[in-house]
């Protein structure tokens, strides 16, 4: 049985670094045999604010919709995105804020301080683009890019392992390190895809 792969773009640009990543991935992913399918969610039409936070449930949007069918259907979750201001793009965590929603990715139980995570059984992978050298995020701002997405967001609703790869610094690299980088994350598709494909 084939991998069932997603793979997230949280670039708003999928002309950019990450979605040349994400489409790297996919195509290693793809050539050993998984099942990938590419989200972009610069060309989802939704509205990434919470209007009323979570007092008041704002309908889903067709793309949202779909964008949960996918998340349900997949065993792995590749999150591809850049580090803009010490964090993820406002689209990506507009995307969390409205897609993984309370009955969906997470529910919290009626007694007591736990929750039950809804999206466990599926393993995860982040490929973080950034300007920073990472000693440099890691000991001035804590990488809460990385942080974030990885302990907040998808080891809450139960996604785990995640695997990180973080490619920096993106503002000097030239065009064979950035050819090196795509070699790189085709190569991690290929992994993944047999990786899964040997679960039972």
Partial sequence: MSTRILVILGHPDRASLCGALAESYAQGAQEAGAEVEILRLGELEFDPVLHQGYQKIQPL?????????????????????????????????????????????????????????????????????????????????GMPAVRMVKQAVLAFCGVKPVAVHRFATVKTSNRRRRLQWLTEVRELGVKDAKKKADLP
């Fill in 61 to 141: 949007e067709p793309d949202l919709q779909r964008a949960q069918e996918r998340i349900t259907w997949a065993q792995h979750l590749v999150l591809v995105y850049p580090t803009w201001w010490g964090g993820p793009p406002a689209l990506l965590k507009g995307f969390f804020d409205r897609a993984f929603l309370p009955g969906f990715a997470f529910r919290s139980r009626a007694k007591g301080p736990f929750w039950d995570r809804l999206l466990s059984g599926r393993s995860g992978r982040l490929l973080v683009t950034a300007d920073s050298p990472g000693f440099y995020d890691w000991l001035v701002n």
